[in-house]
């Protein structure tokens, strides 16, 4: 104290300092302790009237139908909250769904619930800012059991890890147009890639109809493409911690050599493919320009059923068995598609999760499931709703719904964004390539790939 | 003595008298009346400039988002695999590097000469001036995402107008690939060319109105033809706000993320991978934010040198 005092400290300023030390020291740990408490855990009582706030996927294809189905939402929560409603933003791009996911994430702050498509479920429980449902909560909304099993896959690593309520689903299946496949006198849909290489050759002329196309400029396209192939194959891309990228295995190299071979070699794709996004594979088999669609999901039929294929194209299942095979490998597995769909998940933070968990109970009704078919042509995820409307088993949904049966989930890895990034850059690399001169060399889609995998593995750690 | 000089002089006599506390030195005065500026400017430039270094040092991704103050510190990882040449993501960095730079480089190159002579011809007598430099002006107020979506359709192959015209002419085939590829650089320096040069023109022009007319009459009387007085007269007196210009305009350039984004992507060709793109992709598309901070300080950095190379630029000439 003589020293603070020699050095011009007043005995009264020292405590000041000290004591407002002191007192800043006592409070702020409280106000913090205060501040993670406030966000309630549900109780078994009735929830506190207020207004939940939603971040939702836009649905750029229907964005009326959306507005219709969430005022239907609203109306029935409503009418079962009495003094509660809930608002809703939305997002249109990966890219704003993970900002937001990232911000509310660091400020503990953001809405009440977040809809997320099933492959960034991974990454969203890895934030750590998501309810772990309870069992409790599960009966809350009528239990685990009302949900299409394979759809729960995606909803967290392990069954008492769930964090992700399935809202819809999103199969994928072959779509092909009939009137090319009689035309070219093949009456049964090919279920081996040897097969359907044979089928499309049939159907090309190199000018203006095509076998099949492809949307390798795609955000997405490529990793569904290139992940089937592999899995068909028996190989992963990723091992099975999680940690290490198997972007450069034998099989994932075979897969991409497969796919890039569609424009390259056997010919089937046009060569102006190597720039096509997904919308654009759409478009060409809206025009009768391609006679298979590989892996569409039921989004395509808003523009197919308003075109000149209206009426003359079927969904079935893919082809599950690899090129040059006549039946699976050893480890291989006959899949066609990955299990797919949106999910709503509760906010940590949320001081609302009791109320949220209502509206959850009222979208996962079978009535309001039922709209997701009628109003946005959605496949739902509740069984019930299955049985009580038949028209959703049966037509192109009969296959849809097969398909969402058979679907195989993508691992549980939180750094699959980042894989699904790094495959699309090696992808697009040689794709550009065989867009530009026609071809392209083993060597270097290779060496594409083993770039692709250091890169991958210098985000992994 | 510079008006500059003069000045602050002032300023510091006025604080002598002012404050007529002789513990206070005079000379701390101008930085009291900087204050109001600097404590926004620290709140919003300086203190989140120091963050995003910080993060940059840390292993900041999606499994530590949550509880980001206890992101585990990396250190200089994310700047040694960028940048050391035998690091992981030394391919991608250079690459988007040298993307920017040529990008920012070009376009800057081409928008000069067209924005000058549009405000030559503008500064001039011309009929319906008043319109025209209302119309030079569209590209510039056109939205960049609305721009970015107009110039992907112009570029589509097979479809877009740039194959049909090449074809129409015979400069090449109908199927030239525009969005991928080597040529995806130009069409993005096309797209950015026609969305920017009315900022120069805006800046030349500023500039061309500010350069008394008796001048140009002494050099009409004296005999100088037409390239002559631009020559000696107009460039000289508009060099520096031309210089300034440029300086801004590449830095607007380098930092341009949104057009990009909407003509290629998140997945674009290494050719057109700029750097506010590969840091948008590795924050906010694969959760790298270390990563992403990282290049950020690193393109902040390279983004110093025009800003320095036009500061001192200006000072040539300073007596002071």
Known sequence: ?461 | MSIKGAGLRIAVAAGMHAGGDSHRSPIRVPYWLLSPSLIPLTVVVFIPMAFAFYISLTGLNQNTIGDWTHAPFVGLKHYVDGLDPRGPLAPSFYSSIKASVVFSVATTLFILPIGVGAALLLNGHLRGRTFLRAVMLLPYIIPTFVNGILWRLVFMTNTGIADQIQAALHLGPRDTFWLIGPRSLWALIVADVWASWPFIYLMALAALQTIPADVYDAARIDGATTFRTFRRITLPLITPTLGLGIALSTINHFNNFALPYVMFGPTPPDEVNVMPLNIYVNSFITFNLGLGAAMSVVALVIMLAPAVIYLRAARIGDAD
Request: hydrophobic share 40%; proline share 6%; with cysteine.
């Open chain 1, 1 to 461: 104290m003589a020293r603070l005092l020699e050095t011009g400290v007043t005995r009264r300023r020292f405590l000041q300092v000290a004591g407002m030390g002191t007192a800043a020291s006592v409070a702020v740990p409280g106000f913090l302790e205060a501040c993670a408490q406030s966000a309630s855990a549900p109780s078994t009582g009735s929830p506190k009237p207020a207004t939940l706030s939603l971040y939702i996927a836009k649905d750029t294809a229907r964005p009326q139908a959306q507005a219709q189905l969430m005022n239907m939402i609203k109306s029935k929560f409503e009418e079962e909250n009495p003094g509660s409603s809930f608002t809703y933003d939305t997002y249109a791009s990966a890219g704003e769904e993970t900002t937001k996911l990232e911000t509310s994430s660091a400020a503990q702050e953001g809405p009440d619930i977040f809809e997320f498509g099933s492959t960034l479920v991974p990454t969203a429980y890895a934030t750590g800012s998501f309810e772990i449902l309870t069992s409790d909560m599960w009966n809350h909304i009528g239990g685990k059991g009302i949900f299409f099993p394979p759809q729960l896959t995606m909803s967290g690593p392990s069954p008492d890890k769930l964090i992700a309520v399935p809202v819809s689903g999103n199969p994928w299946a072959m779509v092909h147009n009939k009137a090319m496949l009689q035309a070219a006198g093949i009456s049964k849909v090919p279920t081996t890639w040897n097969d359907f290489i044979d089928a499309a050759k049939a159907m090309t002329n190199g000018t203006d109809q095509w076998g099949t196309a492809m949307a390798p400029a795609d955000g997405f396209d490529p990793w569904h493409k290139i992940w089937l192939f592999v899995t068909q194959m028996g190989g992963q891309l990723m091992d099975s911690t999680g940690k290490k990228g198997l972007l450069d295995s034998n099989e994932s190299v075979e897969a991409c050599a497969f796919w890039l071979d569609w424009m390259a070699k056997y010919k089937i794709a046009a060569r102006q493919d190597a720039a096509f996004k997904g919308a654009d594979e759409v478009k060409a088999f809206a025009t009768g320009k391609i006679a298979f669609s590989v892996m569409a999901g039921p989004g395509g039929m808003g523009t197919w059923d308003s075109s000149p294929v209206a009426g003359q194209y079927e969904y079935t299942l893919g082809p599950t068995v690899p090129y040059g095979m006549s039946s699976l490998p050893s480890g291989g597995k006959p899949a066609q598609g990955f299990v797919s769909g949106q999910y709503y998940t509760l906010f940590k933070y949320s001081k609302n999760q009791e109320l949220a968990l209502n509206l959850l109970k009222v979208v996962v009704s079978p009535e309001i499931q039922y709209q997701y078919f009628q109003l946005r042509k959605q496949q739902p995820v509740v069984l019930g709703t299955f049985n009580k409307y038949p028209e959703l088993k049966q037509g192109n949904w009969a296959a849809l719904y097969d398909a969402a049966l058979k679907a195989y989930p993508t691992p549980f890895f939180s750094a699959w964004g980042p894989l699904e990034v790094e495959l699309g850059k090696a992808i697009n690399k040689m794709a550009s390539q065989v867009g530009i001169s026609g071809s392209y060399t083993m060597s270097d889609l290779k060496s594409a790939l083993t770039q692709v995998n250091q890169e991958l593995q210098a985000t992994l750690g």
